[in-house]
């Protein structure tokens, strides 16, 4: 059970046997999922040592992006509700933009690129001094072992990580908006708590467990693919951060739209 | 100097706290001691420059890894700012203003969204790129065999990537930027159905060119930034394959992290505390 890439000659074949062969291995995990689960032999350990790491690796850089970016949100709202003479819109576009949007995608970006790229190069080292082969021999499958704690991991990090982006992103914003913009903190809550639902932030974890499953399979899938000494662990990371990048705003984009497809927007102003 | 280079963080057993001050410092003379070093990269190694310039803009990898990074910031800045465009359209619709979502593609686009997003795409592609390259090059000890060879690795690996990363960011920005501003268009004209006279008008009455400018100017120092953070964790790399990844990781924790301070500490510089609209009145 491994992961050869079959040679191919042009870029475009090579794009298209790696995606199939993604799909192939995010198929091949979650299956290994269902029988781990079913037979009870998760690695207990390894998804707890792996969810520390995560956590601990990924926390603060979250933190120290969300507080600029709720500054950001509130400048830009701010001149532009008042403009519009819309003041108290402000804490509407906080709920909209940071639980909804900011904060799945924050906790995506340092998942996939600070926790991601550690899970990738761990496991590309491995690979290429072939202890992955080994341990295959062993009688040890590599995905039971390395992937699917990995993943579980990343499913239950951001999920924490969410909701700690989006009460930090907040406060940030409305600490920001009402000291140094002097906005009035009453309409911002009062706008807050008419706009948000618990749709918005059922949806905003959703996304966020759904990046880190899509982060987890691209570093582990590009970490046990990895080939060409030192600098292929490097290329490989490259690789993984990339296509984790992409492939993680345009999940965004799709479940935004489904979401909004399937629960219209509420609230009156 | 040599010996700092040598082992890598010198100051690593010395106590957390040291050794943070240690690596801050290191990084920092290494950033200074890079920009010192461009004119002299320019003068003597112009032909890698040009080099670095073709591999940063079209990339030398598969094409999974994004058909180089042109494809790459045009990619996410596209799928960013249709979601600016979608969402935009949905949270100015609930006060009845989505006739102005036009004005949101050219104000949030311009000022935030593209420079952010491209600096990110140039980070996650160029960045952890330079990283790799660099960190392979110091545990294979290739850095060290360049300067035995007397060729001062620093400026002929660090300042003509930093010179190319220069050259190159101007043209990939607007190719993002462009990107953005398509993508608004397409999906507040074509997706939600608004017509797209009212969408110009509002775009082309709040777009200025200095916004432009600025916003240029925004993504020029981000990927300075980025291009620095990303060679130093990379030129002083350490500990084997895994070390290299672990470096690209932390470099990018680094400069996304410096991106976005530098996001808000620019945008005050640029358009204060309280920005206005132009062409609305107050």
């Known amino acids: 059970m491994s992961f050869e890439a079959p040679p191919s000659r042009t870029a475009l074949g090579d794009a298209f046997t790696q995606a199939g062969m993604l799909l192939n291995f995010s198929v091949r995990t979650f299956s290994t999922l269902g029988t781990v689960l079913a037979r009870r032999r998760l690695a207990w350990r390894e998804v707890l040592e792996q969810a520390w790491f995560l956590a601990s690796v990924t926390t603060v850089p979250s933190l120290l992006v969300t507080i600029p970016l709720g500054v950001v949100v509130a400048l830009n709202v701010g001149s532009m509700a008042g403009q519009l003479g819309a003041e108290g819109y402000g804490g509407a576009v906080v709920a909209f933009v940071i639980v909804a949007q900011a904060s799945p995608l924050i906790c995506a970006l340092m998942i996939s690129g600070v926790g991601g790229s550690a899970m990738c190069a761990d496991l590309g080292a491995r690979k290429i001094r072939e202890e992955v082969d080994a341990m295959e021999v062993m009688g040890i499958p590599a995905v039971e072992r390395f992937v699917v704690p990995r993943v579980l991991a990343a499913i239950l990090v951001t999920a924490l990580l969410a909701c700690l982006v989006m009460a930090v992103g907040i406060t940030a914003s409305f600490a920001f908006q009402v000291t140094v913009l002097g906005d009035s903190p009453g309409s911002f809550l009062a706008s807050l708590t008419q706009f948000s639902r618990l749709e918005d932030f059922v949806v905003a974890e959703l996304k966020a467990v759904s990046f880190g499953i899509v982060a987890a399979l691209v570093a582990c899938f590009k970490g046990l693919t990895a080939k060409g000494g030192p600098s292929g662990v490097g290329d490989a990371v490259n690789e993984a951060v990339v296509l984790a990048f992409i492939l993680v705003f345009v999940a965004n984009t799709v479940l935004t739209e489904l979401y909004s497809a399937i629960v219209p927007a509420r609230g009156a102003y | ?282």
Not at chain 2, 20 to 32: E, Q, V
Not at chain 2, 62 to 86: D, K, R, W
Not at chain 2, 96 to 107: D, E, F, K, Q, V
Not at chain 2, 266 to 281: D, E, H, I, Q, S
Request: with cysteine; glycine share 12%.
């Open chain 2, 1 to 282: 100097m040599a010996a700092g280079i040598l082992g890598g963080f010198p100051a690593r057993a010395a106590g957390p706290v040291v050794g943070a001050f240690a690596a801050l410092g290191l990084h920092s003379t290494f950033y200074a001691r890079v920009l010192l070093h461009v004119p002299t990269a320019l003068r003597r190694y112009w032909r890698h420059v040009i080099r670095h310039v073709g591999e940063i803009s079209f990339g030398s990898a598969s094409l999974l890894a994004g058909g180089g990074t042109i494809g790459v910031v045009f990619a996410m800045s596209a799928v960013a700012s249709t979601q600016i465009g979608l969402e935009g359209y949905r949270g100015l619709d609930l006060i009845g203003l989505s006739p102005m979502t036009g004005l949101m593609s050219a104000l949030i686009n311009t000022r935030e969204i593209a420079p952010v997003v491209a600096s990110i795409a140039l980070a996650a592609k160029v960045g952890t790129g330079f990283t790799a390259q660099l960190g392979a090059m110091r545990i294979s000890d290739e850095i060290d065999a360049l300067e035995t060879m007397a060729v001062p690795s620093l400026p002929f690996l660090v300042s003509t990537r930093m010179a190319a990363a220069f050259l190159s960011v101007i043209p990939l920005y607007l190719v993002g930027l462009f990107a953005s501003y398509a993508a608004t268009n397409l999906a507040v004209v074509n997706v939600k159905g608004q017509s797209s006279g009212t969408y110009d008008y509002y775009f082309h009455l709040v777009l200025t060119p200095t916004d432009v400018l600025y916003s240029l100017l925004k993504a020029v120092i981000f990927a300075m930034i980025i291009t620095l953070v990303h060679c130093g964790y990379g030129y002083y790399a350490g500990g084997g394959p895994e070390g290299v990844g672990k470096a690209a990781g932390r470099a990018l924790r680094t400069s996304i992290v410096a991106v976005t301070v530098l996001d808000v500490v620019l945008t005050l510089a640029f358009w204060g505390p309280r920005p206005t609209l132009p062409g609305l009145g107050t």
